[in-house]
C-alpha cells in the first residue's frame, strides 16, 4: 500500500538556521499539507498546497515558513530561521479527491 | 473557522470493555469526520471516517456516530485490547477546507 514518506526523521539545528523538511505524497494525490505537533499536543494545520499552489494557511504559517513542490514528486516545507518554539514533530499529508488524508511518518525537530 | 473539542481527554478501560470518546464541532458546513489513531511516537493513522450523509458507520470493533443536528460525533471502540492504547484524535473538515483537529483523548487498556 502506498504510504506518505518524510525525511529525515530526525533534524537537530541551531536557533535562527535554515531547515528544509522532505516529503514525498502518495503518487496520484493532489492535495498536500503540512502540520506540526508539539510534544504532547494536538495536530496543528499549517498549511495546505494544490496546483502549485497554497490554498489555505494558518497563522502559525507565518513569513518564516515556505513550501515548495520543486519536482513531481517532493514537497517541502521550509523554516528560514528556525526558533526554539519551532520545535516539534512534522507532518506531512496528502489526499486525492476523496478528501481522506494520508500521513507521513514526521520529521522530529530540534531547535537548540 | 471550525472549532473542534474532544471528551474525555483520558480514558482507562479494562481489557474488554467498550471505549467511547466524543467530538462536537462548531461549523454546520463540516460534512467530513475522520478518526486518527496515534501510537507514540508515530503518525496519526486513519482508523475510520463517516461524512454526513450518513449516520453510523463500523469496521468490526469500531464504529462511529454522527448527530448532524446537534453537531456531535463519536467513535466507539468494543472488546478493548492492550494494543487499542494509544491517542485518539478527531477531526472535522467541510468541502475546500482544511482538517481541524480535536485535542486528542489519551485512551489506556488495562489488561
Known amino acids: 500500500e502506498p504510504e506518505v514518506t518524510q525525511t529525515p526523521s530526525h533534524q537537530v539545528t541551531q536557533m535562527g538556521q535554515e531547515v528544509i523538511l522532505r516529503c514525498v505524497p502518495i503518487?496520484?494525490?493532489?492535495?498536500f499539507y503540512w502540520y506540526r505537533q508539539i510534544l504532547g499536543q494536538k495536530v496543528e494545520f499549517l498549511v495546505s498546497?494544490?496546483?502549485?499552489?497554497?490554498?489555505?494557511k494558518s497563522e502559525i504559517f507565518d513569513d518564516q515558513f515556505s513550501v515548495e513542490r520543486p519536482d513531481g514528486s517532493n514537497f517541502t516545507l521550509k523554516i528560514r530561521s528556525t526558533k526554539l518554539e519551532d520545535s516539534a514533530m512534522y507532518f506531512c499529508?496528502?489526499?486525492?479527491?476523496?478528501?481522506?488524508?494520508?500521513f507521513g511518518p514526521g520529521t522530529r525537530l530540534l531547535v537548540l | 473557522g471550525e472549532n473542534v473539542e474532544q471528551h474525555p481527554s483520558t480514558l482507562s478501560v479494562q481489557e474488554g470493555d467498550s471505549a467511547v470518546i466524543k467530538c462536537t464541532y462548531s461549523?454546520?458546513?463540516?460534512?467530513?469526520f475522520p478518526w486518527y489513531k496515534q501510537e507514540l511516537g508515530k503518525r496519526p493513522q486513519l482508523i475510520i471516517d463517516?461524512?454526513?450523509?450518513?449516520g453510523e458507520k463500523k469496521d468490526q470493533r469500531i464504529a462511529v456516530t454522527l448527530n448532524k443536528t446537534a453537531k456531535h460525533f463519536s467513535l466507539h471502540i468494543t472488546e478493548t485490547q492492550p494494543e487499542d492504547s494509544a491517542v485518539y484524535f478527531c477531526?472535522?473538515?467541510?468541502?475546500?477546507?482544511?482538517?481541524?483537529f480535536g485535542p486528542g483523548t489519551r485512551l489506556s487498556v488495562l489488561p
Open positions: 499529508a496528502s489526499s486525492g479527491t476523496g478528501g481522506t488524508q494520508y
Open positions: 503518487s496520484n494525490h493532489l492535495y
Open positions: 498546497f494544490y496546483n502549485n499552489e497554497i490554498s489555505e
Open positions: 461549523d454546520s458546513a463540516s460534512n467530513y
Open positions: 463517516i461524512r454526513s450523509n450518513v
Open positions: 477531526a472535522a473538515t467541510s468541502p475546500g477546507q482544511n482538517f481541524v
